[in-house]
């Protein structure tokens, strides 16, 4: 079964960047590098959306409000995938999450980013 840590979290001022990274375990490399994988985030009273996700060939996709500041990459050697946030905004603040894309896995604890001043 496969399980998802999240790591990276942080408390950054407005226009910082953060680096996040997902580690996924209970799978070879091989598959993994089949899966297309996905950043969601989960603000303070909101439901949880999706953020991004990368396709197996490399191909990515982002939400219209992190579009041109956040970039989602993986290396599958490492089954790992990884969110480089820039020029953050207070509204970027939540709990972010990754997880498999149309079959998900089992929720990780995910990563809790601030921005604020």
């Known amino acids: 079964q496969v399980q998802l840590v999240e790591s990276g979290e942080g408390l950054v001022p407005p226009g910082g960047s953060l680096r996040l990274s997902c580690a996924a375990s209970?799978?070879?490399?091989?598959?993994?590098?089949?899966?297309?994988m996905g950043w969601y985030r989960q603000a303070p009273g909101k439901q949880r959306e999706w953020v991004a996700h990368?396709?197996?060939?490399?191909?990515?996709n982002y939400a219209d409000s992190v579009k041109g500041r956040f970039t989602i990459s993986r290396v599958n050697a490492k089954n790992t995938i990884y969110l480089q946030m820039n020029s953050l905004k207070p509204e970027d603040t939540a709990v972010y999450y990754c997880?498999?894309?149309?079959?998900?896995?089992?929720w990780g604890q995910g990563t809790q980013v601030t921005v604020s001043s």
């Open positions: 997880n498999r894309v149309g079959i998900p896995a089992r």
């Open positions: 209970g799978t070879s490399t091989s598959i993994f590098s089949t899966y297309i």
């Open positions: 990368i396709t197996s060939g490399g191909p990515t």
